[in-house]
Structures are given as C-alpha cells and as structure tokens.
C-alpha cells in the first residue's frame, strides 16, 4: 500500500508507539505483527527478562541477537518521515486564504484550511478523492482560532451550556444568551480549561514521582534482602560443618524454610513492581492525551473524566498509608543459632529463621544526639510503626574506653519504647540500639557526657552599661539567658556564656525579678514603679499592676492553669496574689513576723507540680509550704552551714525532677520534694556570696544559671 493510500485511514495514534505513548523511533514489528520502538522492546527486556506484548499479552523470549534481526516496519516509518516533513514545512496560512491550515493534501501538495477551503477541495470530482492529511492544531504567535463557519472571524464566546464557541456572526450565540445560558468569553473559557488541564499534568506528574520513587524504594530493598539472604546462606553452611551428619538434615529443612521465605518475598516485591508499572503506564497516557487536548474546551467530558481517573489514583498514590510505605526500610534475615545443641536438636535443629524489619523503629529526631551531666539519668525514646515485642529491641550503652552501663527498655504501650540510661563516666557514649541484630533507624544515639559543677561564668556585668547590678536570670523560649540588672538593660547571653544582645527596656524601669511565660511574655517586677509589668519580648509593656499595694516586689511565679500570679515582697512581709491576665488583686498569703505562717523579708516564691506555694523566708532563715488554700502545711530545711541546712534563702525554683533547688546565702543546693537533702551543686570554691535569682536553663544536660548579686555575674553550673 502506498503513502498516499494509507493516509486515508492514518489515525495519528497509529504512528505512536504503545510502550513510550510517543512517535514511533526505529518501529520494529513482533512476530504478533504488533510495532514498536526497538529502545523500548530492548529496554523491556532488559527490565523483565521477556518481552510481554502489551497490546495482545503474547510473550516472546528475545535474546541480543534476535533484537537485531527484528523487521522493520518499512509503512511506518515512510509514513512518519512524510509526516515530519509534512508538519515541518506546515505554512502559517492556508494556500487559498488567510486561516490556519488544519489539512495536507499529498496529491496536491496544498495546505487547506478546515473550513471553505477543504470542502471546496472535496467538492471538486478531480479533487474529491485526495487523501487528506489532519495536521496539528496549535494557536500560534498568541492568535486567537478562528471560527470553523466564519474563517476569519475569530471566535469570541463560550457558552457552558451547549460547550460551544461561536463569533459575533453565529447565530446560535443569540439563541444561548435568550435561553440565559453562560456564555463567557473564549478567553476566559481556555484559561479555565488549561488551568485544570495544567493541574490535572501537575498531578499527574506528581503521582509518576510518587510511584517512581517507590519503584526505586522497593529495588533496593529487594537488593538488600537478596544480600541477607547470601549471608544467612552462608551462616547455616558453616554452622552445618561443625556438627555432625544427624545435623544435615535439620539444616536442608532449614534452607527450604528459607527458600520459601524467599519465594513469597519475590512474589511481593514483583507484584508491587507490576502494580506500579501499570499505574505509571496509566498516568502517562493520561499526560499525553491530556496535553493533546490543550485549548480544546470542547474537551471538557473528556478532560473531566481524566480528572476523576486521576482522583482516583491519587487517593491510592498520594496517601498515608503510600506515604509511610514509602519511608525507607531494611527486612533483614538473620540466622540464629543453637546454644544448647544436644537439648535443642531433637526440637529446633540447628537454628531457626528469625524475619525482622528493623526500620520498624525509630529513634526519636531529638533523642538522636544528645548531651547530659555525669550520672544523670536519661530516656532515649523509639517509636515503632507496629505493636511488636519489647524484647527484640536490644541496647547497648558503651563509652569509647569500651566501659559499658546497663540499660532498661519499657514498651509503654503507646506505640513507643523507652530506654534508660545513666553515664558515670564523662566523654563520649554510643547507645547501639538493635532489632534482630540490625541497628534501627537512628542508632546509635551519640550521648555527650558533660562534668558537674561550675562551667561558664558570665563575668564583669558593669562592662556592659553603667550602674547595672545582676538581680535575676531567666531562659527565653529560645534558650538564650536573659540577666535583669535594676535598670532598664536586659542582658541576653548564650547556653556558653557568650553575649548575644543588649535590650533596653523603653520605660524607665528597675528589672528585677522576672518569669518566663510559655507565650513568650515576660512578667517582672519593677522596683521603682513598685509594680509588676507584663511585656512582649522585646520588653515593650502590656500592661501594669499592684501600683500601692506593692512595697517592694521581688520574686514572682504564676500558676498556668489556674492564672494567679504570686508576687513576694520583702517589706510588706507577705506574698500578693493577683490575676495575672488583668491584674485584680486576689489575696495574699502571710504576715509580719516570726511565727508559723508569718514572714521576714520573703524573696522569692515558686509553685509544685500541685500548685503548691514554696517561699523562701529571708528573715526568719527558713522555707515554708502553703497549700492552694493558702493554708501553711510544712517547712523545708534548718538554718545551719553544713550541707542540707540554709543560711538565709534567697531564690528557689522547682526543676523537671520535681526536686526542689534553694540559693542561700553562701551555698546552691538541691532536695527532693519531700525535702530530703540530694546534694550541694557548687564548690565551695566557685565563690557564691549573694545568689539573688536561679534558673533551669537546660534540661538535657541539667543545667542551672545563678545570678550572684554581690559577685555581679552569672556563674552556670551543670548538677
């Protein structure tokens, strides 16, 4: 059959190849007499092994050689090389007026267009029976299209109704506007169909991604489960030379145990394989027929069913449950053998088979590395996609002078595990963390073990502004340490010691104490306005209260959920309560004197974890605890110097531990809840004269910054 005559039954779609969905390149024809591209067929059997027709399923076994003695379809490839000549030498207009030519005419050598010009053509008897080639429509050079009845007029409306454009000149235009269809402009109606063209492409190239991106996945985890698989092999054969012929057999039933394993792993990983070549084969014939429909709003049904098709993969592709198994993971293998052989052999031969996917855990993202103080206990959590046994989870803490510490793991539960730990030794750990004998996702955590005691000193306060004294320290939200200094400087400092910035209150206040709240206000107190000011960051004043009632406000805390702000103030001799949101007084606890419930100077005040009020009673040299009732229910610590006795306390904070940690006059040191003594933080060379305000500023390593007034600096010290 000639060119010419195959044109007459030419749909384009023949001269594109099935595999790739593009023009045929180098059409070679299957002994099923189906054609495509020699690159795709080599490429197909190179991934598969057999070619698989995709048009009629047959299957053909094609080594190097036959794919070079497959026949060229000679049809084809005339036809594309008068195709591409045909569209390259495509004129602007049509040979007979100024329209785009929609049509080629092989006998002729004429371009027509799609309106008067080719039914004129066929029309004529000498003309009638020219084949017609269909050529590519495109808007060029930005010129709208014009109408197929009124050749050069262009079109100007849509209506959404009948899915039709039409000129001013249509007539059926009229008849849509008095049946008060929509009728919107072309413009309009082609932005909006390419926009949800183009965002049917964007999705669809997004699923191919996603489902490329799980081929790949599911091809390296079959390499390495290939791999485990080689080395259990090799673990069972030379497990089987140390022991005798009774232990042949056992360990043939294991290799077959194992060979079964294997099968039904392949057969998954090629069934996901398949699964997704089809949808990625999908999508791409949607992107390509999607594409071919551009500036088309004609093409709406079609355009819409490729929506829904696309919806529904992407409901497949796209969610959770695609997402998590598209996370990287490692199932591994392992052979364990025998310990107790002459007991074990009659029940488990040689060993047994253990299958474990260890990237089922995973260490938490912040437990990865961290830093502690000597002997400190720490937690190290993991999670785990899967309810499993805690037992398969093994950690091992070690330092690199190969001492190690015991560990404990505790499923909670909860889809995590919790594993504890302690070093006694400073330097550097690794806790290898094991499933299987295979190190889960995160392992192993670097574990940074600091000293105790003093490691930072913030010295010389007066260099950074003049009359400035060190009152109080706090952490931001950030981690950085805020030091008041009675004046309106507030000193920002890092976890080192190292000065960040100066901010500088715009009122003229006197900073004192201050309190960190979990919004990133900060509420203080002022000494000279003798009030307590709530403010931003940046230290700019929200609001202010308690002025003439307050005498000389000092420490202050504030109860989150039940928003009282507890204010001590060392001349009223009693601690205010106010609502901190508005500033309404609510109360107060204590009076002057030396009785149970009655103060001398309170500094500072702070809360338990049940809203209990801890205030350190500078005067009468002791700590009392008040219930939420306001009610005096203990006392904390005899004044004396030796350890676990205060010499008059200052400053007092409750830390993560629930311990209670209380500056006095010439020492730092830490008690339980219940108020036994833990131990002495500083040195008695550290040099504490006046430790006016503490702070927790890290929880991982402890960390607390000391604000010492008489010293005026800040000394940091790990406990």
Not at 142 to 155: A, W
Not at 342 to 357: A, F, K
Not at 494 to 522: C, E, R, T, W
Request: with cysteine.
């Amino acid at each position: 059959m000639s060119v010419s005559k195959a044109l007459q039954f030419m749909n384009k779609k023949d001269l594109e190849c099935a595999i790739c969905l593009s023009r045929f390149n180098q059409p070679k024809t299957l002994k099923c007499m189906h054609t495509y591209c020699l690159q795709c067929i080599q490429k197909w059997v190179e991934t598969h092994g057999k070619m698989k027709c995709p048009t009629c399923r047959q299957e053909h076994d094609l080594t190097k050689e036959d794919l070079n003695k497959l026949a060229s379809n000679t049809m084809i490839s005339q036809l594309l090389e008068y195709v591409m000549k045909t569209e390259d030498q495509k004129p602007t207009n049509c040979s007979f007026c100024d329209n785009q030519p929609a049509y080629h005419c092989s006998t002729c050598q004429l371009y027509l267009c799609g309106a008067q010009c080719v039914k004129q053509h066929k029309a004529v008897p000498s003309t009638k029976d020219h084949p017609l080639y269909t050529l590519d429509k495109k808007v060029q050079d930005g010129k709208q299209t014009n109408c197929q009845v009124h050749c050069n007029t262009p079109l100007e409306f849509y209506c959404s109704n009948c899915n039709k454009s039409a000129c001013k000149r249509c007539e059926h235009i009229l008849r849509c506007y008095q049946k008060q269809h929509k009728v919107i402009p072309i413009s309009t109606a082609v932005d909006k169909f390419n926009k949800n063209a183009n965002d049917i492409v964007e999705l669809a190239h997004k699923i191919e991604k996603t489902l490329t991106e799980k081929q790949e996945t599911l091809t390296k985890d079959r390499s390495e489960f290939d791999s485990q698989l080689m080395l259990c092999r090799t673990a069972i054969k030379i497990q089987e030379k140390k022991l005798l012929r009774k232990v042949q057999e056992k360990s043939k039933a294991l290799l077959i145990d194992l060979e079964i394993i294997y099968k039904k792993k392949k057969e998954n990983f090629d069934s996901e394989v398949n699964d997704i070549d089809s949808k990625i084969t999908q999508i791409k014939n949607l992107i390509v027929s999607t594409n071919t429909m551009m500036n088309k709003p004609e093409e709406i049904k079609t355009l819409l069913s490729h929506k829904t098709t696309v919806k529904a993969v992407k409901d497949k592709v796209l969610g959770t449950d695609f997402d998590q198994s598209l996370q990287m993971r490692t199932i591994t293998t392992n052979f364990i053998p025998s310990v107790q052989l002459d007991e074990l052999m009659n029940t488990e031969g040689i060993g047994r088979i253990t299958i474990v996917d260890s990237m089922t855990y995973k260490v938490a993202e912040d437990d990865e590395h961290i830093t502690v103080t000597k002997g400190q206990p720490f937690v190290v959590k993991v999670s785990s996609l899967t309810e499993c046994d805690a037992c398969q989870l093994v950690a091992t803490l070690i330092n690199f002078s190969s001492e190690e510490s015991p560990t404990k793991v505790e499923y909670d539960e909860n889809g995590q595990y919790k594993i504890t730990g302690r070093c006694n030794v400073e330097g550097d750990w690794q806790m290898k963390i094991t499933a299987g004998g295979v190190d889960i996702k995160g392992s192993p955590v670097n574990i940074k073990v600091e000293k105790l005691g003093l490691v930072h000193i913030i010295d010389n306060i007066s260099d950074y502004g003049e009359h400035i004294e060190v009152a109080d320290v706090i952490s931001d939200t950030d981690g950085y340490i805020l030091v008041s200094t009675l004046s309106t400087d507030i000193l920002k400092f890092n976890q080192s010691g190292s000065f960040v910035a100066k901010i500088q209150a715009p009122q003229d206040f006197q900073v004192n104490g201050m309190h960190q709240l979990g919004d990133g206000h900060v509420i203080f107190t002022d000494q000279l306005g003798k009030c307590v000011v709530m403010c931003d960051d940046k230290f700019q004043e929200i609001h202010s209260f308690g002025k003439e009632i307050l005498e000389c406000p000092q420490g202050l805390a504030v109860n989150k959920e039940t928003r009282v702000l507890y204010v001590a103030d060392c001349h009223a001799d009693c601690v205010f309560k106010f609502n901190v949101d508005d500033g309404t007084l609510l109360g107060k606890i204590g009076s002057e004197g030396s009785e149970g419930g009655q103060m001398n100077e309170p500094q500072d005040v702070t809360l338990t974890k049940e809203g209990h009020v801890i205030i350190t009673d500078f005067g009468n040299k002791i700590i009392q605890i008040f219930n939420t009732s306001d009610e005096l229910i203990g006392f904390l610590a005899c004044c004396g110097g030796k350890y676990g006795y205060i010499v008059s306390p200052i400053a007092v904070l409750m830390d993560m531990d629930e311990n209670i940690m209380v500056s006095s006059d010439d020492k730092l040191q830490l008690f339980d809840k219940n108020g036994v003594f833990i131990k002495r933080i500083d040195h008695e060379d550290d040099g504490l004269y006046f430790p006016s305000g503490i702070s927790i500023i890290s929880k991982r390593p402890r960390r607390v910054a000391v604000a010492d007034h008489a010293a005026n600096n800040v000394k940091i010290f790990n406990y």
